[in-house]
């Protein structure tokens, strides 16, 4: 070996061993991700429900996270020899080929060991390359045909498997078709790590082979692949062979799979570790905005379902109570009460003490208005008390009047009640802050967004129909 030659294979094992130490890192931090979001899902039993096969793939991720595995699937059209591809990847008969038209109808994996014994090239960059990466287990995935089943299925099956693998191995047997060309898109859009693979090369003349190769690289997937992704092989070569009779028969052949084995090692020992993670913070990403959506809605309708009984339950309460001192205290508590079981269902502590000083925040916040709801709460409180009072004098003539100062006391207690509920929500789905804007800010775009007219005229209707119930009529 001459010294430049050595000098730059030491240069080569120097960025290598850089891009390893870099893959190791990427490794460790999708690991330490993984492994707090399933330790924090913050998830109540009822939010769970119809994601039990997402919550069950993260646990699964984590697992090929510790056992340092790396999947590759392998895509195409039947007939192309997906199967033989694989097999002569690993040197053995394992997945099922044969003359029937797609033989492959389900999902089938298996490990692929590496050792350089396995590996036929005898070459000391790839015997280095294996070295490199024979502690790392490597799953071989194979799949049905792509135009075996609908298009809708097959969109569905190529995005389910190619959001959960490494690196996608597109194996075709000469130009591509309309339907390799679709399915090679969608598989694109996953944003997954991809090989060409051009197989059947036996079959063509060396001159009709690269014809073939041109027009695939420079003109058919020019827009998705470059030429570095692009790896011709025969994985079940048919050689002639010459009988003593002169009779000529057609026989297996040894696979020329070598150049997709070195492209497969390279891609594993410069940036495997890199591209698991990567994959796994992808695959893990999707899954979590799912798990976050499904809390939120979910957090969304109870926190709902809790504002609009505590508006009606403070509507009813005030409008029903005769006593006018008693009317802010009961409407104050019934809030309190109201902010304590929104803290329960967003999972934040919270006492009595500090709901408190919650509702005297909002209520500081809410300004004129929650001043002003004070001040007609008091005036209607002492007016339904005067009314009450005088109801033996005048002979029930005043029942009517006090009626619909009941009512429009209760609808107005119940829409200050409302708006605190909003802004309470926000507070909580904030993480028990206010976010980036302050307590006003998050107020007034509370407020901004109510329709108190339309909510004080069903809070209205609703009480009169209590009311009506309660054997109390109103003219």
């Given at each position: 070996m001459t010294q430049w030659q050595w000098q730059e294979e030491d240069w080569e094992n120097t960025i290598l061993d850089f891009a390893n130490l870099?893959?190791?890192?990427?490794?460790?931090?999708?690991?330490?991700?993984?492994?707090?979001?399933l330790l924090n899902l913050d998830l109540k039993e009822e939010e769970k429900q119809g994601l039990e096969k997402d919550i069950a793939h993260l646990t699964q991720m984590l697992q090929k996270l510790e056992d340092s595995i790396i999947q590759i699937a392998a895509f195409g059209m039947v007939g192309r020899g997906k199967s033989s591809v694989l097999n002569a990847?690993?040197?053995?008969?394992?997945?099922?080929?044969?003359?029937?038209?797609?033989?492959?109808?389900?999902?089938?994996?298996?490990?692929w060991h590496l050792s350089r014994e396995n590996i036929g090239d005898t070459e000391q960059k790839?015997?280095?390359?294996?070295?490199?990466?024979e502690n790392v287990q490597i799953k071989l995935i194979d799949t049905p045909g792509i135009d075996e089943i609908d298009g809708e299925t097959r969109e569905k099956l190529a995005y389910q498997i190619a959001t959960q693998v490494d690196l996608i191995l597109f194996v075709i047997a000469g130009d591509i078709t309309r339907v390799e060309y679709q399915a090679l898109c969608q598989l694109?859009?996953?944003?997954?790590?991809?090989?060409?693979?051009?197989?059947?090369?036996?079959?063509?003349?060396?001159v009709d082979r690269q014809e073939i190769y041109s027009t695939i690289r420079d003109v058919r997937v020019r827009e998705l692949l470059s030429a570095d992704e692009i790896v011709m092989v025969a994985a079940s070569p048919l050689v002639a062979m010459k009988l003593k009779d002169n009779k000529i028969i057609r026989q297996r052949g040894k696979p020329q799979i070598q150049d997709l084995q070195l492209k497969i090692l390279e891609i594993l020992h410069q940036e495997g570790k890199s591209l698991v993670a990567l994959n796994t913070m992808l695959?893990?990403?999707?899954?979590?905005?799912?798990?976050?959506?499904?809390?939120?809605?979910w957090r969304e309708k109870e926190a709902e379902k809790i504002i609009q009984k505590?508006?009606?339950?403070?509507?009813?309460?005030?409008?029903?109570?005769?006593?006018?001192?008693?009317?802010?205290?009961?409407?104050?508590?019934?809030?309190?009460?109201?902010?304590?079981?929104?803290?329960?269902?967003?999972?934040?502590?919270?006492?009595?003490?500090?709901?408190?000083?919650l509702l005297q925040k909002i209520a500081f916040s809410l300004g004129g208005i929650t001043a002003s709801d004070i001040l007609v709460t008091f005036s209607l409180s002492?007016?339904?008390?005067?009314?009450?009072?005088?109801?033996?004098?005048?002979?029930?003539?005043?029942?009517?009047?006090?009626?619909?100062?009941?009512?429009?006391?209760?609808?107005?207690?119940?829409?200050?009640?409302?708006?605190?509920?909003?802004?309470?929500?926000?507070?909580?789905?904030n993480g028990a802050s206010?976010?980036?804007?302050?307590?006003?800010?998050?107020?007034?775009?509370?407020?901004?967004?109510?329709?108190?007219?339309?909510?004080?005229?069903?809070?209205?209707?609703?009480?009169?129909?209590?009311?009506?119930?309660?054997?109390?009529?109103?003219?």
């Open positions: 870099q893959g190791e890192i990427n490794y460790k931090q999708a690991q330490e991700s993984l492994q707090n979001l990847l690993i040197g053995q008969e394992i997945f099922v080929t044969g003359p029937l038209h797609g033989v492959t109808r389900e999902t089938d994996q298996t490990n790839v015997q280095r390359l294996v070295k490199a990466v694109r859009e996953v944003g997954k790590p991809m090989l060409l693979v051009f197989n059947k090369i036996d079959q063509y003349p060396d695959f893990t990403g999707e899954i979590n905005e799912k798990l976050v959506q499904q809390k939120i809605t505590t508006v009606m339950t403070k509507a009813t309460a005030i409008a029903l109570n005769p006593v006018t001192a008693l009317d802010l205290f009961t409407g104050a508590i019934i809030d309190v009460a109201m902010i304590l079981t929104l803290s329960h269902v967003y999972g934040i502590s919270m006492t009595e003490q500090s709901a408190v000083k002492s007016l339904k008390g005067l009314l009450g009072l005088a109801t033996p004098v005048t002979g029930g003539l005043s029942v009517a009047p006090y009626i619909s100062v009941a009512i429009t006391q209760g609808a107005l207690a119940g829409v200050s009640t409302y708006a605190i509920g909003q802004v309470t929500k926000v507070y909580l789905i206010w976010g980036e804007k302050g307590p006003l800010a998050v107020v007034e775009n509370i407020i901004n967004s109510l329709d108190e007219t339309s909510i004080l005229n069903r809070i209205k209707g609703e009480l009169k129909a209590k009311l009506k119930n309660r054997g109390v009529r109103s003219n």
